[in-house]
Nanobody, 118 residues
Framework: QVQLVESGGGLVQAGGSLRLSCAAS????????MGWYRQAPGKQRELVAE???????NYADSVKGRFTISRENAKNTAHLQMNSLKPEDAAVYYCRLRPLLSKSYDYWGQGTQVTVSS
């Protein structure tokens, strides 16, 4: 069983930065797609950014140029550097681990709260 543990959330002023981390247990991390998703109250969960094992990335338009996703395969860890935060970025942020092509597994973390004050 794979477990994902997020950390790094908190309260920040608009314009500030936070760095989220997701630590994964298990041996499949190196071949999986790691993604960050977020869900604000009353809204659907949405993709923020994702990165393949080869380093290819995909970002939501709303965060392009402000957020950067990265991964350290040797440490089974992924990060989301969030700069120039806006009040609308406030949400619970979840990391997700899934295969690139199949649907053989789909793991989610418990989430970490990001609050942005205006």
């Amino acid at each position: 069983q794979v477990q994902l543990v997020e950390s790094g959330g908190g309260l920040v002023q608009a314009g500030g930065s936070l760095r989220l981390s997701c630590a994964a247990s298990g041996s499949i991390f190196g071949s999986a797609v790691m993604g960050w998703y977020r869900q604000a109250p009353g809204k659907q969960r949405e993709l923020v950014a994702e990165i393949t094992s080869g380093g290819a990335t995909n970002y939501a338009d709303s965060v392009k140029g402000r957020f950067t996703i990265s991964r350290e395969n040797a440490k089974n860890t992924a990060h989301l550097q969030m700069n120039s935060l806006k009040p609308e970025d406030a949400a619970v942020y979840y990391c997700r681990l899934r295969p690139l092509l199949s649907k053989s597994y789909d793991y989610w973390g418990q989430g970490t709260q990001v609050t942005v004050s205006s």
